[in-house]
């Protein structure tokens, strides 16, 4: 069964810092893919960022990477130079190819000060 | 940049009531989902819609849910007597073609069941 592990339930990180929030997943799949989603306090779910398991590189846009560790199972969310609007809840989520449900982690609640 | 639209975005409805929320996915999008977040807690899959019919549902997704695609434009979902505990944020989304394409959300419908 697909299982998705977000351990951070909060994090704090000071205005144009780099922060990481990790995501663990368990999967005895090959074909899967990996999203990152952002849900700010209005309540959209915003995608960010997605990452194949058999892409060779980490997928990046703009100030958001994805650390993708296969070996070890983890998709962590690498956002650069945080802004005071990266303020959100964000969630990790799961797809094995051919199914069509996301599988969503528990979430992390991060907290940009100025 | 084209988006998922979904209306209404908030709902009080009275327990044992019908309600039907609404969803505009994607133009070329060819999956269709509906997923639902109790307050709080993390997103859940409901179901997943691909060429005019039902290709995944949860154990969420019982006798008092249906979905329908009335036409080329719209994808429902419908809950046919309401309980306290179908209070929630329901969001659509929609995917276009391909294994690897990313899966867009609405900005959601709170209902709330009273």
Redesign the interface.
């Known amino acids: 069964a697909q299982k998705i592990t977000q351990t951070q339930p909060g994090m704090f990180v000071q205005e144009k810092e780099a922060v990481t929030l990790d995501c663990t997943y368990d999967t005895s799949d090959q ?1 899967y ?1 990996l ?1 990152w ?1 952002k849900q700010p306090s ?6 960010l960022i ?1 990452q ?1 398991s058999y892409d060779e590189q980490n997928a990046t846009e703009g100030r958001y990477s994805l650390n993708f560790q296969k070996a070890r199972k983890s998709a962590n969310l690498v956002i650069s130079a945080s802004q005071l609007g990266d303020s959100a809840m964000y ?1 990790c ?1 799961m ?1 094995h ?11 992390t609640r991060l907290l940009v000060s100025p | 940049e084209p988006e998922v639209t979904q209306t209404p975005s908030h709902q009080v409805t009275q327990m044992g009531q019908e309600v039907i929320l609404r969803c505009v996915p994607i133009s070329n999008h060819l999956y269709f989902y509906w997923y639902r977040q109790i307050l709080g807690q993390k997103v859940e899959f409901l179901v997943s819609f691909y060429n005019n019919e039902i290709s995944e549902k949860s154990e969420i997704f019982d006798d008092q849910f249906s979905v329908e695609r009335p036409d080329g434009s719209n994808f429902t979902l419908k809950i046919r007597s309401t309980k306290l505990e179908d209070s929630a944020m329901y969001f659509c989304a929609s995917k276009g073609p391909g294994a690897g394409n990313t899966i867009y959300f609405g900005e959601g419908s709170w209902l709330t069941v009273v």
């Open positions: 074909s893919g999203f989603y209005s309540g959209e779910m915003i995608f997605y194949g969630f989520a797809r190819t051919g199914f069509q449900k996301l599988v969503f982690g528990t979430g």
